[in-house]
């Protein structure tokens, strides 16, 4: 009974990694294709002053901004080497974009759903898909199993998106 349920388990954790590894592969590949220079969404800077860590930025978003769906995230980082998911490496990690909820705690364990967006293939760039509406972007930087650096390599912002 006990062999059935450890197999069991098993098929299941190998099955759900290889549906993230077809999806990480389809997004890649949507990644690779775009030309952000002749995409057609638009994005109006603001005047807003806010607080930031500068380790951490939004390269392709400024916070105010209205944008159009999908819009291009561009994402950066200072200080820390950007890879993929895999055994945590002081200096190195990789980003997770957490919409509308605020910075991991140092330590915790980022999770993956459809509000905390996971770009464990070492990934910087992506297209994002929203609904219209207000949104509050956060950009975390966690190590290689997804545990969070904390609120110092964070960075939030708001958008609109149309």
Known sequence: ?????????LRKYIFEAMKKTIIL?????LVACQNPKSTNHTTEESTTVVESND??????L???ATLSSPFYLDMGVEGMIVEPKGEPREGH??????????FAPA??????DDNHIHYGGGQT?????LPSGDYKLTLQFG???HVSYGEEWSKTISVSVK
């Open 125 to 129: 760039t992506d297209s994002v898909a």
């Open 25 to 29: 592969a389809l997004v890649g590949g």
């Open 62 to 64: 400024k916070d105010g």
């Open 55 to 60: 380790n951490i930025f939004f390269n392709s």
């Open 107 to 112: 330590g915790t364990v980022i999770v993956a």
């Open 93 to 102: 990690g990789h980003h997770h974009l957490i919409i509308n909820e605020s």
């Open 143 to 145: 190590d290689g199993m």
């Open 1 to 9: 009974m006990q062999y059935n349920f450890i197999t069991h388990t």
